[in-house]
């Protein structure tokens, strides 16, 4: 017996079966069968396999190219956050670590996440483009099914992310993916200089990611801020080089293996590397013992 469905214009048979029992093990065969066949022939979308060479090859590892770090000399800060932004200068040139919170190994979140500090991954699917990212929790979802904004979603360092593949050439290839990054927590800044976002946390973050024209192993990121410790959106655009290597090493990185850095209270302190604790700047007090036992 063959069993044949059509879906669409495309037609789909069965396994073939070329003899029925009435013995309880050939039912219980059929009633197998039947579970694994009819979900596929009944999904609307069945016949409509995700078509991989409709989007960009961004396979292979993604480097970095250039400084971490965004134009913080050009910054538009509001006079408020200039003034936060100065004092968090003042403190790493003294020996602190400035509002900085990754020292801790806190994650970066967006849109530092894209300063990729290690090599990055994209990996392209039919609902979901991921980027990959090993260094502090830098990994990120891009949601592309057309999904509308949570009304309840608790905050991410890293945001919620929504996106849309474009065909800008109508030739029928996505060549640019538009993305926009709300419901952020904090603390966060925009790279190692302290850079802050306002205590809101309100910021929004739109991305245009795409290849470029001239190279096909050069990937772009655009990327503009809003937020209100700045007096217009802040732009910057990060590129990243393809590695050469079919087969590329991907480093493990732990950020909590080896970190000296101990946060007791608002302090940051240091430990030696004989185990001892030792302030982490000139002429800082140290913790509070009252817990301990005073000889």
Known sequence: MNCRSSIGAKSITSVSITSISIGSMSIKSLALLAALLLPGLLRPDAAQAFDQSKYPNLKGQWLRVGSPRWDDAHAPLTPEYQAIYQANLKDMREGGQGIDPTYTCLSPGMPRIMNAYDPMEVVVTPNTTHILIQHIHDGRRIFTEGRDWPKDEEATFAGYSIGKWIDTKADGHYDLL???????????????TGLPFHEDNATVIKERIYLDKADANL??????????ALTRPFMANKKYSRAPE???????????????????????????????LMPAKKDQAPPDLKYFNKR
């Open 219 to 228: 990937l772009h990121d655009d990327i503009t801020v809003t937020d209100h």
């Open 246 to 276: 079919a087969q590329p090493v991907w480093l493990e990185a732990q950020c909590a293996d080896g970190n000296h850095h101990v946060l007791i209270g608002k302090e940051n302190y240091y430990v030696s590397e004989d185990g001892y």
């Open 178 to 192: 538009e993305v926009e990054t709300r419901n952020l927590k904090g603390p966060r800044v925009y790279d190692s």
